[in-house]
């Protein structure tokens, strides 16, 4: 078993660099892919998905910043922006200290509906085509792995 | 052969999602512990790690931002900054539009090496272990067959 202090062998850092570098260059490609066929960015995109999905189409400031891992500042600026594009709005709520209630206006829905299939297609050239059937069942592996890790509790050492 | 508008299916929508949402959680994960631990963010260790390995440790801004992934006007903020902090500096060059000399400097090169061992570290927590060597293995080729469909002609259909 490694010891606490084990650095990365240089196949294994070679390998996360490799995994690191192609993921972002992926998500920058599908980032500038949505906004020039929508007009999105992939901020706006998480955040409608978010609300498209939730009950009643609102989630708490809080509930949402959780759900597309932001912090709340970041997410706060962002919402005002989306707001006065009429893509959302923020209902404000006395009671607790859980933040607004973001609400999907038709304007919201209607641009993530129209973005959803160019998004998909997007998804499908850069990235369900790249990889054989064996190769995107590993890619779920992996992120199971990576998630189950991440959640875990820390493994002794 | 799937046909030119064909979308993705449930099974292979809900894999991206997991595999996308997961390496940006690693990501973020991975940028907190850089910054605690080193007071680094992934922006300063990219610029820092591309200057270290570049000759005479200095590149082209057109030349850094293509290594790094940036647009050139958000990596000419970013290295404002990091000016600012001594960690690099610039060097104007009159004789073509390549952008400016970005050289590394001595406090830059001690904040790099200081960086390493614990970013490596946390590389090795959250990534390596993470992964079986099967699955390692897969992450590699993964981001091999991806890297291989973004950079060649794209597919006929």
């Not at 160019?118 to 592996?141: K, M």
């Amino acid at each position: 078993m490694p010891g606490p202090r084990k650095l990365p062998t240089r196949e294994e850092l070679r390998t996360w660099r490799e995994f690191v570098e192609t993921t972002q260059a992926l998500s920058t490609l599908l980032a500038a892919r949505l906004y020039s066929d929508t007009g999105l960015s992939p901020g706006d995109y998480a955040v409608l998905l978010a609300l498209s999905e939730a009950t009643d189409n609102r989630l708490r400031s809080s509930e949402l910043a959780a759900h597309i891992g932001w912090e709340r500042s970041r997410l706060s600026h962002h919402l005002g922006r989306m707001q006065r594009r009429q893509l959302i709005r923020r209902e404000e709520c006395a009671t607790d200290n859980r933040g607004a209630d973001v609400v999907l206006e038709p304007t919201g829905s209607e641009a993530f509906h129209a973005a959803t299939v160019p998004h998909l297609r997007a998804v499908r050239e850069l990235f369900i085509d790249a990889l054989t059937a064996d190769q995107l069942a590993a890619a779920g592996d992996i992120a199971a792995a990576l998630q189950a890790h991440l959640r875990g509790p820390r493994p002794t050492e």
